[in-house]
DNA sequence: CGAAATATTGACAATGATCAACTCTTGTGG
DNA sequence: CCACAAGAGTTGATCATTGTCAATATTTCG
């Protein structure tokens, strides 16, 4: 029964519509899942990629180390992501991928993955589409990085990630497992340990949201949301592949800079 | 004569071997290039992209303006490279495009290359090498942003516009124009103006770079280079398509932080 | 020539980093 | 089942990189 990605279909289809042959297709080149534990590599950098995985169930993320051992993380990988796609296209990898929890994960042959995309182009206008997403979600992070200050970036990230969860049902209410520990949402925010830590410690004081390790709940959404600046239908938009005309706020130049 | 973009063609040659027919496909798609002052949008945020733009002479901008004015840029736009395919692909872009400085550019249709990319495949391929290299280079910036200091970001910056000015023949010696405002290489690494200007003559000051607003020369390699932790031959690899397996630095996470 | 944009520099403020101590969990071996 | 070690989280104190404000060149351009 449970050999089926769910998440994963359900997240390919929210993105999309997919005919049954390219539901087919994309399970015929899924091999048996397996469980890895924390810490496992899935890429590394520098290093040719010939699988792709979907990651049905835990967390990884895509990241680089500078030579001094600082860390950034690019993004999150969660249930009912996939990689390797993406990555394979000519070249090495410029940066690695990594399990953060223990994960459920199917993996696939790239070659394989690239012959049957022959027969069924759906294929990879599927695995495009969610490249698209990726795209957009490292600009937003660049946003994040270059010009939001603290409270801002966490605040956006724990909406992004509430929606992302949401789409593969893995929210209740406005609340969801976290299981990062505040080092890696350091490496993902651009900030130290200490002041992500006292960031969210903030947000909880306030009000805006209800986090303990491990576990968080959005309290004051509409606060919150102001704050991050997150445009829901925006978002939506992104993951999904409907596009919605002039939808998207007209933003000006004004200067306050 | 000159109705042949030729850095375009440099740039898109030096990313991976182009066939006569692709060559030919190429120069098809495009109409008779246009010149547009400086601030001249190509694309704007949230509206149908239906046409591309070779960029032949002179610079823009990926950026994105949040409500209270602050701005991100996310990359430079150089002579010979080109946009709009990638951001045509379903929905409606999240950021715009703008030049920075006078621009020789050649439009073309986005629903004409689409339809063409039927007929000569290659075409597509083009367009998915330059679409990796922009990625690899948002990661980059991630990196910047997040973990690197303002003198990491301002010599890495240097060192990469000149290595892409190198590429369509616009360096002489180690010196290059740049037309950039210090406003907008602010914008870019996420610094204000001022301590763009303090870092930059800084550098001045230590005999790294010689720089006088509208022109730069980079005067130390080495140390510039050790500073930016930029690898010459990791830039290269990523704008060409000629993988090199198993050159990349093993990074290690050694954890100093 | 003069207005506007850009660059430069100093003074001061602040966001966020670093250092350090201490607590709380969690997992492991005896 | 307990003791303890290791990892993760918390918090205070202090430092520093970078931002903001403001005043003053300097350049560009109509």
Redesign the pocket.
Same mark, same amino acid.
């Given at each position: 029964m449970s050999d089926i990605p769910l998440r994963f279909m359900r997240r390919v289809a929210a993105a999309g519509s997919v005919s049954a042959k390219g539901r087919a297709a994309l399970l015929e080149i899924l091999s048996p899942p397996t469980t890895v534990s924390p810490a496992t590599d899935l890429m590394v950098v520098g290093e040719k990629v010939t699988h792709g995985y979907v990651v049905e169930d835990g967390w990884g993320c895509r990241y680089r180390i500078l030579r001094d051992g600082?860390r950034q993380i690019f993004n999150f990988i969660l249930p009912g992501d996939h990689l390797g796609r993406s990555d394979h296209f000519l070249g090495n990898p410029d940066h690695s991928v990594t399990t953060l929890t223990r994960c459920r994960i199917y993996p696939f042959s790239l070659s394989t993955l690239m012959s049957l995309e022959g027969e069924c182009p759906e294929l990879r206008d599927i695995f495009h589409r969610s490249g698209r997403r990726d795209l957009l979600m490292l600009r937003e992070r660049i946003v994040d990085l270059g010009r939001?200050?603290?409270?801002?970036?966490v605040a956006r990230l724990i909406l992004e990630l509430y929606h992302r969860l949401h789409y593969v049902g893995l929210s209740k209410g406005l609340a969801f497992d976290l299981p990062? $520990?505040?080092?890696?949402?350091?490496d993902a925010?651009?900030?130290?340990?200490?002041?992500?830590?006292? $960031?969210?410690?903030r947000l909880n004081a306030e009000g805006l949201i209800d986090?303990?390790?491990?576990r968080i709940a959005v309290q004051d959404w509409e606060t919150l949301a102001g704050i991050a600046e997150f445009d829901v239908s925006a978002f939506d938009r992104a993951a999904s592949s409907r596009a919605v005309s002039g939808a998207w706020p007209a933003h000006r130049y004004d200067s306050a800079?």
């Open positions: 600082r939001r200050n603290a409270r801002e970036r990062l $520990t505040q080092e890696a949402l350091a925010l651009g900030l130290s340990i200490v002041h992500v830590n006292r $960031t969210l410690r986090y303990c390790p491990g800079a």
